[in-house]
């Protein structure tokens, strides 16, 4: 089950409160048959633990790896995720859309 962006908001200001290390993905466009609206949120501590969705399972890897490097660097980044024939089962939509993630630390 997903949780709603309101459950998402408040988990990342409860572990920041709770001192953890907080970054938060958000997607901000989307092209085509795209598994997650715009605006929807996944937020990752420094441990990897997550709680919502950017694709409903296809990238969340690659966004939690990203989030993590964020989090350590504290530079926000621009994802951007779609299909191709070489990547498609690697970090890929296979859905056949394409969206871009905005991934910040949560200070």
């Known amino acids: 089950m997903l ?4 459950d998402i908001l408040a988990a ?4 920041r409160r709770d001192g953890r290390a907080v970054a938060l993905a958000t997607v901000i466009e989307t092209w085509g ?7 929807s949120h ?12 950017v694709s409903g399972g296809c990238v969340e890897g690659s966004v ?13 980044r ?4 779609g299909v191709a024939d070489e990547t498609a089962w690697r970090a890929g939509l296979s859905c056949g859309g394409r ?4 991934v910040e630390r949560v200070d």
Not at 3 to 6: A, F, H, L, R
Not at 99 to 102: D, E, N, P, S
């Open 3 to 6: 949780s709603t962006d309101t």
């Open 12 to 15: 990342a200001s409860s572990w």
């Open 33 to 39: 048959s795209a598994p997650r609206p715009v605006g």
């Open 42 to 53: 996944l937020v990752v501590d420094g441990d990897g633990s997550f709680l919502g969705s």
């Open 64 to 76: 939690i790896t990203e989030a993590i490097e964020v989090i350590e660097a504290g530079t926000p």
């Open 78 to 81: 621009i994802l951007e995720f």
């Open 99 to 102: 969206i871009r993630v905005f």
